[in-house]
């Protein structure tokens, strides 16, 4: 046979699955890939924003406002800690229907609803007075029932059309956030006829809670924050044995992971996702009352502000581990303030720091890959020898 | 010494960390022959058949084409070279004519006129014996014919290799026969043909040279005139394996399950079960034999209540008493509320009412027979879902098809995975892991289950390590009924001897087993009596001492009327 001097071509690279890397990498190229984020949005900066440019030494101050966005003073602190708490509250919300792979992109909504139904009690029950002010303590509890029944209504309606008919709970889910919106716009029409469109905002909260607000330094807001807070750890916490220990969270993930082995062992599959979904609306409707009920007793069609959206991404980002998502929810609060800082340090739209956001969650969702598959390059060309 | 048409050298393919699919492969093919690549389920023939026709990638090695070397990294390429492959399963487009699914997907610069495309694929056919109307839709088509469509297509491309992966698994004997006849006559015209089969039987008769391979390497190259069978298995299994399954002799058999006349329409319509009776014995293993989907899979599906079938009736026999269930289980609120439709009653003949009486004296009243279940009262598992069974107090377990679709979940451990049964037991909300995890352990340790832990996904597993995982769960419940459908499928010959001694040792407990199983030389070697499945119907049954493989042959594949297909 005669050699022929042609120089083979392997693929430059291919890619290749790989198994069980080691945790402590996992999380080394999570982090890097957040920094690489991190870095590239001051790139961005730097091409986009003019005072960047004449002043490149202010770049510090750029990467400053994302601390200041946490730690600026006792305001930003609590403010950070209560945003975090809201966030983690609906993707806590979202793990249980999410680990049945019921894609619920309706948090939303739900939570809109449950915003809406504790105003809404405190609106036609509270003292006159309290009717577009304040939320009267004794209101409290009426107020989080009907938070967390609407809420449950919310996510029980797609989940009753899945279990009957299968139909297809992601359009469903979603569909229902504009049904809530719209169903806002008309109870603030009846409520605030001077077309307003908003029940008046209350400055004035009192303490619900005494005792914490000794905690809080006294302070009246921050002692609602604190409640807020400590409520969704609790929560967290509770959802997280709820899933990994309970006999209902054992047969959820059974029903997620495969209906037929589910039917095999007798799951009732219709119970299943209609208990589960009843209990993620119902948890939505609680990030409504938390809202509605103790933040600011007010409601709008902006009242959740795109949160039951980006609670998907935060549970998502975490694995469906309610422990983790208190990571992952702090992060992305944490990039949010930020960029606002941003926007007002360097006197730009606000849509800007919205690009850096994706940015960084570009990089960090992106590192998935390299966590689970293996890129194999040529490592040079041969010599052809027959 | 001319240069071959294919050679590969030290190809070696990985996927993942552990496991090595090939390891340092070397091959040679010659023009106009025809080789056999012979080996187990699961040795690494179809990967590395894949490798040369560009669904995969060598981690290593290389690949010649008449003596050249060659890379592939798609199909494309492998086109290119003449490589072409028919795999194990078709892909073809069903609403398209045999004709356009030729052409599809060869290169838009020579756009081929359809009726030239047509007198092509006619002419090819006429020239190798296919026959083939190329304006006939694949929806239309029998397996055979697409089958033959798929070896035009690569035919017509060009390809002077010709790769078949498994093609006899899905044909009838006649049509195999008829295959075989044409790869001789394209491997006379010039063309090398490597065909991938287990079958040993098919590589006596059709090749010219066997590479025998196991677990990933290439164990020997023999040419087929020189060799014979029990040489190739010894290649094949790397020792002389003892073909006895052990039989023990059964157990005191009496009737546990008794099955009549069931019929089953699937919600497409389609008429899977018809009219079919068997009883099933304790103590006594039951094959099921039959062409792949001729209603096994259903059946075993009407009995473990998954499936409802349309009429008939599934009767439990109760060992204990040996009568059938009527009501032998112990939960006091299905006593009262059998008892207020009026189905208890007292030796004498009253009714019972048990209105304000307390759990405890309920328990005693049943505990003590002071008051009786309705006689003719049978309980029938028809219409009763899997969890209802279980709470009538039947004992029933299911080794099902889908191992890791059905009977397991993929993404837990094996702990987890075996309290998928039982995670009910026991009050209260938590579920109790300390259990499921100890019998986790101890099967690992008793059926030498290969896991790095107790947690790994049990996906990750090989399938003879979760077919183990598997039937140990559903044996470990001590059932009184197991029903196994195709438990050894993929599995290489020791676990396959482990899982059939697992069957025999509950035989022997007196437990009905159920075989669903598709190598007759299996169901003759270890089960009791076979019964045959043919297009829904029980065509025979047969006594596995005594019977031969033709007239199971026969009871498999006579039709009567309805034509027997096992194709989708």
Known sequence: MEATKDRVKEPLMWITKRDGMNPVFIWLIRVLAFVCGMLACGLIAFALIEQLRDEPSRITEFYKCFIDGVVKNDDMKWTFAKDVAILLCISVALTPAFRMRFWNTGAEGQTLVGVLAAVGVNFYLGEPYARSHVADARLLAPMLVAALLAGALWALIPALFKAKWNTNETLFTLMMNYVAIHLVSFCLAEWVPNGSNTISINDDMPTLFNGLAAVAKKNHKYSNYLTIILTVLAVTVLIYIYIKYTKHGYELNVVGESLRTAQYVGIKVKKVIIRTMLLSGMLCGLAGFLIGGVLDCTVNTESVGGQGFTGIMVAWLASFNPLIMILTSAIITFLNHGASQISTAFDISGALPNVMIGVVLFFVIGSEFFINYKLNFRKHAREVRA | ?568
């Not at chain 2, 390429?77 to 060869?106: P, R, S, W, Y």
């Not at chain 2, 079919?276 to 009407?302: K, N, Y």
């Not at chain 2, 003590?368 to 009763?384: A, G, S, T, V």
Request: aromatic share 4%; hydrophobic share 40%; glycine share 8%.
């Open chain 2, 1 to 568: 010494m001319p240069t071959p048409a294919l050679e590969l050298k030290n190809i070696t393919k990985r996927f993942g960390h552990k496991v090595v699919a090939n390891k340092n492969v070397s091959l040679t093919l010659n023009h106009g022959e025809v080789l056999a690549i012979l080996g187990e389920n699961g040795c690494g023939k179809t990967t590395l058949m894949n490798m040369v026709a560009g669904i995969y990638y060598p981690d290593d090695g290389r690949i010649f084409i008449n003596g050249h070397e060659a890379v592939i990294r798609s199909p494309r390429d492998a086109f290119e070279h003449g490589i072409g492959m028919i795999h194990q399963h078709f892909k073809l487009v069903d609403i398209f004519t045999a004709a356009e699914n030729v052409v599809l997907g060869v290169h838009a610069g020579k756009k081929d006129n359809l009726k030239d495309v047509n007198s092509r694929v006619s002419e090819i056919a006429a020239k190798y014996g296919f026959s083939i109307d190329p304006k006939k839709k694949i929806y239309d088509m029998s397996v055979s014919e697409k089958q033959t469509v798929e070896i035009i297509k690569v035919l017509y491309r060009g390809a002077d290799i010709l790769i078949l992966d498994e093609p006899t698994a899905v044909l009838t004997l006649q049509e195999i026969k008829r295959l075989f006849e044409i790869l001789r006559r394209m491997a006379a015209d010039g063309k090398s043909i490597i065909i991938i089969t287990h079958k040993l039987n098919e590589v006596m008769e059709v090749s010219d040279r066997v590479t025998v391979m196991r677990k990933g390497e290439n164990v020997g190259v023999v040419n087929t005139a020189e060799t014979s069978e029990a040489e190739l298995t010894n290649m094949m299994v790397g020792r002389q394996i003892s073909l006895n399954i052990k039989r023990s002799e059964p157990v005191d058999p009496k009737p546990r399950i008794i099955v009549e006349h069931l019929d089953y329409t699937n919600p497409e319509g389609v008429k899977i079960l018809k009219d079919v009776s068997f009883t099933a014995r304790g103590g006594e293993m039951l094959g099921i034999a039959g062409i792949a989907g001729s209603g096994q899979r259903e059946m075993l599906e009407c009995i473990a209540g998954l499936i409802r079938p349309q009429t008939g009736t599934i009767t439990f026999i109760n060992p204990k008493e040996n009568k059938p269930v009527t009501f032998f289980h112990k939960k006091i609120s299905q006593v009262r509320r059998l008892a207020a439709q009026g189905k208890f009653h007292y030796p004498d003949g009253t009714r019972v009412s048990l209105k304000g009486m307390s759990r405890k004296s309920v328990r005693k009243l049943v505990r003590d027979e002071q008051i009786l279940f309705d006689e003719n009262e049978i309980m029938p598992l028809r219409d009763k879902t899997p969890l209802e069974i279980r709470e009538l107090g039947v004992k029933l377990s299911f080794v099902p098809e889908d191992r890791l679709g059905m009977g397991l979940v993929g993404s837990i451990g094996i702990a987890d995975n075996m309290m998928l049964r039982s995670y009910r037991k026991g009050r209260g909300v938590f579920v109790n892991r300390s259990k499921p995890k100890k019998l986790g352990q101890t099967l690992i340790k008793k059926l030498g289950i290969i896991t790095p832990s107790i947690r790994t996904p049990v996906r990750r597993l090989s399938g003879g390590n979760v077919q183990k995982v598997l039937v140990g769960r559903e044996i470990s419940s001590s059932p009184k009924v197991l029903m196994a459908a195709y438990p050894v499928r993929g599995l290489d010959i020791n676990s396959s001897y482990l899982i059939y001694n697992l069957l025999d040792e509950q035989k022997c407990t007196g437990t009905a087993v159920i075989f669903v199983g598709e190598d007759l030389d299996v169901l003759m070697g270890l089960c009791d009596r076979i019964m045959v499945i043919n297009s829904g119907r029980i065509t025979g049954t047969v006594d596995a001492r005594t019977a031969d493989k033709e007239t199971l042959g026969y009871l498999m594949t006579k039709t009567q009327g309805d034509k027997a297909d096992g194709s989708n």
